[in-house]
């Protein structure tokens, strides 16, 4: 099936620091999302792009959809402690009517204070 | 509360038994998704329901089954169980699939099931 390379796989930072995170697929996708778990919860959606190219932020979050259509990055700007968790990028194939969503392996974010 | 309902929360079983987990979706959602999540692991896709049917399979083991019910509740059973089915399963829900734009998935908090 589908694969979605995400990278890094894990991250520890020091409180304040930016953070940049990628993912990657072999395959043309019409939506870009990314999403953050918390320890024990269910992901939490952060950012959705919709637009090749599209550029879109969430307070300390900026979120990029790639030219290609096939990668997507999520910069954190200003890490604190709180943005301790999982991010996982998501996306919907181009084409796909049937709503599944391919999710990357996740990149586990630790942030020193 | 993100408007989907998962439960148990917590589920403490033996090998070989069977259990079953729910799932409410958020109001106005028709399809309903199920996710392994394994220690250290990503979301293990495992099964997709709009409307009541099936519309995709993942990763799921036969000894595994579910179905979505005329109300949009759907439930999740696993038989047999081994230890390594221990793990989080979470439910998602999302709007109709009809429609070109996708506006994401709304997880639940998860049903953490361990086998002892």
């Known amino acids: 099936g589908q694969q979605l390379n995400q990278s890094p796989q894990s991250m520890f930072i020091q409180e304040g620091e930016d953070v940049s995170m990628n993912c990657t697929s072999s395959s043309i996708f019409n939506t870009w999302l990314w999403y953050k778990q918390d320890p024990g919860e269910g992901p939490v959606l952060l950012i959705a792009?919709?637009?090749?190219?599209e550029l879109t932020s969430n307070g300390r979050l900026t979120a990029q959809f790639g030219i290609t259509r096939k990668d997507s990055f999520l910069n954190i700007s200003a890490s604190i402690p709180s943005d301790v968790g999982i991010y996982f990028c998501a996306g919907q194939m181009r084409g796909s009517t049937l709503g599944r969503l391919y999710f990357g392996r996740g990149t586990q974010l630790t942030v020193w204070p | 509360d993100s408007g989907v309902t998962q439960t148990p929360k917590h589920l403490i079983t033996a090998t070989g038994q069977r259990v079953t987990l729910r799932c409410s979706p958020r109001?106005?959602?028709?399809?309903v998704y199920w996710y392994q999540q394994s220690l250290d692991q990503g979301l293990q896709f495992l099964i997709q329901y709009y409307n009541g049917e099936e519309r995709a399979k993942g990763n799921i083991l036969e000894r595994f089954s579910a179905q979505q019910f005329p109300d949009l509740h759907s439930e999740l059973n696993l038989s047999s169980l081994e230890l390594g089915d221990s793990a989080l399963y979470f439910c998602?829900?999302?709007?109709?699939?009809?429609?070109?734009?996708?506006?994401?998935?709304?997880f639940g908090s998860g049903t953490r099931l361990t086998v002892v």
């Open positions: 998602a829900s999302s709007v109709s699939t009809r429609t070109g734009a996708h506006y994401g998935y709304t």
């Open positions: 109001s106005g959602d028709l399809s």
């Open positions: 792009l919709y637009k090749a190219g």
